[in-house]
């Protein structure tokens, strides 16, 4: 069975650019996680989905990041303009419980975001 | 705000050692979890524990719910080179609360 399916697996940028990270959630799961790995601050929740709906976006950094679920089998995780601070592994995941009822979360292999 | 100390930091133990590792917090958690993350992949879970007390085995691993709510350990017996990677505690106040992770534990093995 397929497992969540990140898009691009590793992507260098300028500061400036706009970044677009995708995500294919496991079939049949209804909710999605954006997680973001730095050294410094380890897994962070960035904005979690609900059938589709965004349910808690606290996590979002700042008005640069922006995150769309426009049906159950696609998210995107936006950021424009990027800057170097911004580098870090982002992680998309899912799981079949209402909400984040479970913490049994599916990760993907996650994007390598690099800010130059 | 809510957060997990997860020790130690890193490990290099040689190959048949057991391992442990543990997570403690100020608050009381309803679900604790155990994730691993190998080298360019996403945390995979390991084992998932949702009463006080509780024990559970997975193969060579071994986690425990702490009675108090406040803490969980994990045991890896007779370690092998493919359990290296990094190792997560998780912690979830309750249904519908989000995740909280740990910093991780780094395991080395030396074969």
């Known amino acids: 069975d397929a497992g969540v399916i990140q898009s691009p697996r590793h992507e260098v940028t300028e500061m400036g650019q706009e970044v677009t990270l995708r995500c294919k959630p496991i079939?049949?799961?209804?909710?999605l996680f954006w997680y973001r790995q730095t050294m410094m601050r380890g897994l962070e929740l960035l904005i979690y989905?609900?059938?589709?709906?965004?349910?808690?976006d606290s996590g979002m950094p700042e008005d640069r990041f922006s995150a769309k679920m426009p049906n159950a089998s696609f998210s995107t995780l936006k950021i424009q303009p990027s800057e170097p601070r911004d580098s870090a592994v982002y992680f998309c995941?899912?799981?079949?419980?209402?909400?984040?009822?479970?913490?049994?979360?599916?990760f993907g292999e996650g994007s390598r975001l690099t800010v130059l | 705000g809510q957060q997990l100390n997860q020790s130690p930091q890193s490990m290099f133990i040689q190959e048949g050692e057991d391992v442990s590792m543990n997570c403690t917090s100020s608050s009381i958690f309803n679900t604790w979890l155990w994730y691993k993350q190998e080298p360019g992949e996403g945390p995979v879970l390991l084992i998932a524990?949702?009463?006080?007390?509780e024990l559970t085995s997975n193969g060579r691993l071994t986690a425990q719910f702490g009675i108090t709510r406040k803490d969980s350990f994990l045991n890896i017996s007779a370690s092998i080179p493919s359990d290296v990677g990094i190792y997560f505690c998780?912690?979830?106040?309750?249904?519908?609360?989000?995740?909280?992770f740990g910093a991780g534990t780094i395991l080395r093995v030396k074969s």
């Open positions: 079939s049949g799961h209804n909710s």
């Open positions: 998780a912690g979830q106040r309750g249904y519908g609360n989000k995740l909280v």
């Open positions: 524990l949702y009463k006080a007390g």
């Open positions: 989905f609900n059938n589709n709906v965004p349910i808690d």
């Open positions: 995941a899912s799981n079949s419980a209402g909400g984040a009822s479970t913490g049994e979360l599916f």
